[in-house]
């Protein structure tokens, strides 16, 4: 039965499943995270230290120039 008048059943149309949200990502390039961009520093955990991040290498590959523990993102 074919409703000519606009009222047809309701439902079913654009926009009214999921996945209409605003977006509350973080995004890229944010945080205290792997990949957290190339500015920064590499702190030691241990004795509070702070070297420039370098590009490239990851802080837990660096070594504290005071302490020698394992530099961490800050």
């Known amino acids: 039965m074919p409703f000519g008048d ?3 059943p309701t439902g079913g149309g654009a926009g009214t499943g999921r996945g209409m949200g605003s ?3 973080r995004g ?3 945080g205290n995270r792997p ?3 190339p500015g920064g520093n590499c702190v030691c955990p241990k004795c509070g230290a702070a070297v420039s ?3 490239g ?3 837990y590959q660096i070594t ?3 302490c020698g523990t ?3 993102r800050s």
């Open 57 to 59: 290498t990851p802080c």
């Open 70 to 72: 394992k530099m961490a």
């Open 64 to 66: 504290c120039p005071k």
């Open 28 to 30: 890229r390039m944010g």
């Open 53 to 55: 991040h370098q590009i």
């Open 35 to 37: 990949g957290a961009g």
């Open 6 to 8: 606009g009222t047809g």
């Open 23 to 25: 977006g509350t990502g």
